[in-house]
Every structure is written in C-alpha cells, then in structure tokens.
C-alpha cells in the first residue's frame, strides 16, 4: 500500500521525541512540497493539484491538534494537562499557519491590471478529472474488474474494482478467500488503520482509506458471502460511514439481500484491534472489528471453511459461527 500524506506525517511525529524537532521536520517537509512547484512553466492544473494538497496537509494538521486536545485526559484539581496538550497541539497548529499562509500566497498573488491594460477573460483551467472511486472509473468507461489507481481527496491509491456485480462500479475494501499463503488477518490497529495484504488476493483497504474515500459522498456498502458449499448470498446497505474521531465507529443501515442482517448489532461500536484499550472481543475473535459483545459479524476472522467456532470468518444470520469460506465488502457511490 503506498503511503499516504498523513502517515508521512504520522510516522515523523510518532518517532520523535522533541516537539521542536517535529516542527522542524514537518516545515522541512512543506517547503520541499513548496520548493518543488516553483517555476515559470507551472502549468495551472499542477498549481490547483499543489494547492489541495497544501489544503489536506492543513487539514490533517489541526484535526491532528483537535484530536491530541481532546483525548488527553485532565488530572483532577490540576491545571497541567490543559498546558501539555498546548505544548502537543503546538506544532501542528504551528504549521497549518505557515500552510495557510501558502495557501493565501498562491491564490492572491495575481498580477494587477492598469487602466491602460485591455482585459480579456482568461480561459478556465481545464484539468483532466481524476477518478476519485470504481463509479468514476465505470463512468469514465473503463468496464472490466481489475486495479485501477483512484484519487480520493487527491491522494493516489491502488484499488480492486468490481465491474461485473449489479451494474458494478464498486471499489472492494476487503477480500477473503481461499489463497495459497493466506494473509494474516490477526494484526493490530496500525496495520488496519494503513491496510495491509493484496488488492487482488486478500486485503484489508485499510480504515483511513475507507474514510478518505466515504468521506466524499454518499456510499452504500455490500457484503458478497460464499459459504464452504459453494453457496452464495449478499447483503447490502444503503447507509455506510465511519467516524474517524471516534475509533473509526461504525454507522450502518438500511438493509437488503438474502444473507440476514448481521451488520445491525455492530452499528454505533468502535473498531478494536488485539492492541486496543479493550481487546477483550478482538482477542476472542481472532481479527479486527467493531466489535459489540462480541460479534453476529466477523469477517475478518479465522478463514477455516465450514469449521464450527466464534473465531471463525462468521455471519451469524447466514450460518452462525460455522466459518464461510469467502467474503468481499465493497463500496459504490449512491446516486
């Protein structure tokens, strides 16, 4: 998976251990992005790609500075908590000025016209439209399932495409199934957080990527099962969202299919991890989830087909705790 902006950044802030040298860093960072588009011959497209990359850099910075804010935990009767999560805050807060102040720059900086000057109507910047999701790549006419490299928030990431499943357009998030050399599906918050495995074997997209690409619009999520009979059912949902202030907790409804409802239990949980405050569920279960106490879903258990377990790759209303032998959860933008 190739990483993303915001793990850049993350990765910079978690390893060090002064806030000056972040700050440093980070600035280090920005002006290389600065550094890199100067030049006569910036062509207007690359000028509108420079500044919303500048504006998800900004915005990552003081949602990273809310965030530190808010889930530092105040002592009783004491004042130095509110002072630590300043001196947190800080640097992040410190270079979104600085990357407001580019931002500000490159769109005031117009040349200005005399009295003297004939004015003419510059043509508008024509830029290609970048597939922000599989529904922009159908619509753009691209009609067979395969990787195609989409632009949510206009960061590039490598998806698997369904373009054969009811009409398709859907961007999978998830695969399981039976692979030589099967993809650990046991991993802590980071690794789904990032994402891991393969887009073409079993993966996990990875829940920032899931948010940057929900974030967008409004999506409805699909559930295809296969069951170690060969059997097929589905299931899927007209609402779909993640908050990602509050553990990536899980916002669905609106069912329809033939597989059952096993996503209801779920809605309104947080995802958990082996590594999260309470592992309790993840442990049990053998994967990552939102789990509840614990689970009527889990498809990112344990893929033992047809074996009886509750650490099993399971979808409770289908066939309870028996393993299914594949899964695929994918994404497609409502109309």
């Known amino acids: ?8 950044l993350d990765a910079i802030f978690c390893n060090m251990k002064s806030h000056c040298r972040i700050l440093i860093l980070a600035i280090l960072l920005f002006s290389a992005v600065v550094l890199q ?3 006569d011959n910036e062509s207007a497209c690359y000028k509108k790609e420079k500044n919303l990359m500048l504006w998800d850099m900004t915005h990552y910075c003081v949602t990273k500075a809310r965030d530190i804010y808010i889930n530092v935990p105040k002592p009783p ?4 908590a509110d002072n630590g999560k300043r001196e947190k805050s800080r640097p ?12 500000e ?37 691209q009609t067979r399932s395969g990787v195609y490299t989409i632009w949510p928030a206009g960061q590039a990431l490598d998806v698997y495409c369904d373009m054969d499943i009811d009409g398709g357009g859907w961007t999978v998030i998830q695969r399981r199934g039976n692979f030589s ?24 997209l990875g829940n920032e990527n899931i948010c940057l690409i929900t974030n967008q619009s409004q999506y409805e999520i699909r559930f295809d099962l296969t069951d170690a009979a060969g059997d097929r059912r589905y299931a899927v949902y007209q609402t ?54 614990c689970t009527e879903s889990n498809l990112n258990g344990l893929c033992n087909p047809g074996v009886e377990g509750k650490g099993g790759m399971t979808w409770y209303s289908w066939h309870h705790h028996t393993s299914l032998a594949s899964s695929e959860i994918k994404l497609r933008k409502k109309n």
């Open 181 to 204: 050399n099967q993809e650990d599906f046991y991993r802590g918050w980071d690794d789904y957080e990032d994402g891991f495995g393969n887009v073409t074997r079993d993966f996990w």
């Open 1 to 8: 998976m190739p990483m993303s902006l915001g793990h850049l």
């Open 92 to 103: 992040y807060l410190e270079m979104a000025k600085q990357l407001i102040l580019q931002l």
């Open 240 to 293: 779909f969202w993640l908050d990602v202030s509050k553990n990536y907790t899980l916002h669905i409804g609106n069912y329809s299919g033939d597989a059952g409802d096993s996503m209801a239990y779920h809605d309104g949980h947080m995802f958990s991890t082996k590594d999260s405050e309470k592992p309790m569920c993840a442990k049990e279960r053998f994967s990552g989830w939102w789990f509840k106490y």
């Open 105 to 141: 720059e490159n769109y005031i900086s117009v040349e200005p016209v005399s009295e003297s000057s004939t004015v003419s109507t510059p043509d508008p910047v024509s830029c290609e439209q970048k597939p922000s999701d599989c529904t922009d790549v159908l619509n753009a006419g």
């Open 77 to 80: 009767s004491s004042g130095l």
């Open 37 to 39: 588009s100067k030049g």
